[in-house]
């Protein structure tokens, strides 16, 4: 058996494209879907990442601002633009890349973000409307990974699900976007006993643990949904996810690949949360004259 391989980059393609439409319609409207991507320090991985989402952003016909502050920025600093960036009717989305330097208190810099352009979903009210199935701004990696399930046709409710990894901004979200979806949820982390046991029960499993190839073709059911959320640079340069691929991909049905999975998801859903809070700030009499 060869695993089918759910391409993201294929389908974040096909979404930037439908997306493009919309974001047009809005503009039409006064308001061109913005999206303000605040950047601290010279993390490397964090450059290609905020690059990414900028040129997804200019792709998508989207408005978009990326900046940027050097390492030994002041959180007074970040928090000055975020306030400017809340009251910019030209901004949907305020996102502010993550790892932040030691120096900053990053709930404090997430809380300052107004809920309605906490695009990444990231504050506690959205979290707390997302847990009660309320409408709230889904966080985009979790968003991308059961958007890649629904395109490989896989029937949720009733499976059962698990998830390596208890992340605010990866694991526990997905775990409740596959329980509201109908899956018998199981959530896996460091203090778990017998991993592989649990892993080799899934019908889907997440993989969302930052240690390259740390789920190994053993740990997967035969015909399972494998998604692989991990994104692990190697010594040699190239990306790796948190599954081992070549032996995952023939004893999986379905399988993400890194690169090329989950993180053009990501993105896309980044847009498209972006593109929904255009749509609110419309419906609110709020747009822009982007
Ligand atoms: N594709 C994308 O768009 C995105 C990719 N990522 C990638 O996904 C991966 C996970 O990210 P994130 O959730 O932020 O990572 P975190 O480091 O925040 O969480 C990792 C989780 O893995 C668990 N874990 C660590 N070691 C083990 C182990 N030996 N056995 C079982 N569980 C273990 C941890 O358990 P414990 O809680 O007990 O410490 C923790 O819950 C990373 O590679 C990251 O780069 C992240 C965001 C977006
Ligand atoms: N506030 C905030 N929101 C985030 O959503 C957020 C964050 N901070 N900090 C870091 C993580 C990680 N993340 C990724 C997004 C896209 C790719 C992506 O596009 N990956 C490409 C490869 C990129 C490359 O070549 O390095 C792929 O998998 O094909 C990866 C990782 C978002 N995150
Ligand atoms: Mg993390």
Same mark, same amino acid.
């Given at each position: 058996m060869t695993a089918h391989i759910l391409d993201g980059n294929a389908l974040a393609k096909t979404l930037r494209a439908n997306f493009r439409q919309e974001a047009e319609a809005l503009a039409s409207r006064g308001a061109r879907p913005g999206l303000a991507v605040i950047l601290v320090g010279e993390n490397p991985a964090s450059q290609v990442y905020v690059r990414n989402k900028v040129n997804a952003c200019a792709d998508a016909g989207f408005y978009s601002e990326k900046h940027v502050f050097p390492g030994d920025a002041t959180q007074a600093d970040v928090l000055a633009k975020i306030r400017a960036l809340n009251a910019d009717p030209a901004i949907h989305g305020i996102l502010v890349q993550l790892p932040l330097p030691a120096q900053f208190d990053a709930e404090a810099v997430l809380d300052a973000i107004v809920a309605e352009k906490d695009v990444d979903g990231f504050r506690a009210e959205n979290v707390g409307a997302l847990v009660l199935g309320l409408p709230c701004f889904v966080p985009c990696t979790p968003r991308g990974a059961m958007r890649l399930l629904e395109e490989a046709g896989v029937?949720?409710?009733?499976k059962e699900a698990v998830i390596v990894g208890r992340s605010n901004i990866v694991g526990k979200p997905m775990a409740m976007l596959l329980m509201h979806a109908g899956a018998t949820v199981t959530v896996c982390h460091s203090?778990?006993?017998?991993l592989a046991a649990h892993c080799r029960r899934a019908d889907i499993l997440v993989a969302a643990v930052g240690? @390259?190839?740390?789920?190994?073709?053993?740990?997967i059911k035969p015909g399972a949904v494998v998604i692989d959320v991990g994104i692990n640079r190697l010594p040699d340069g190239k990306l790796c996810g948190d599954v081992d691929f070549d032996a995952a991909r023939v004893v999986a049905g379905a399988i993400t690949p890194? @690169?090329?999975?989950?993180g053009p998801m990501t993105i896309a859903m980044l847009l498209a949360n972006t593109l929904e809070s255009a749509r609110n700030s419309v419906q609110n009499g709020a747009g822009n004259n982007a």
């Open positions: 029937d949720v409710a009733g203090r778990t006993r017998d240690k @390259p190839r740390f789920i190994t073709g053993e740990m890194v @690169p090329g999975g989950v």
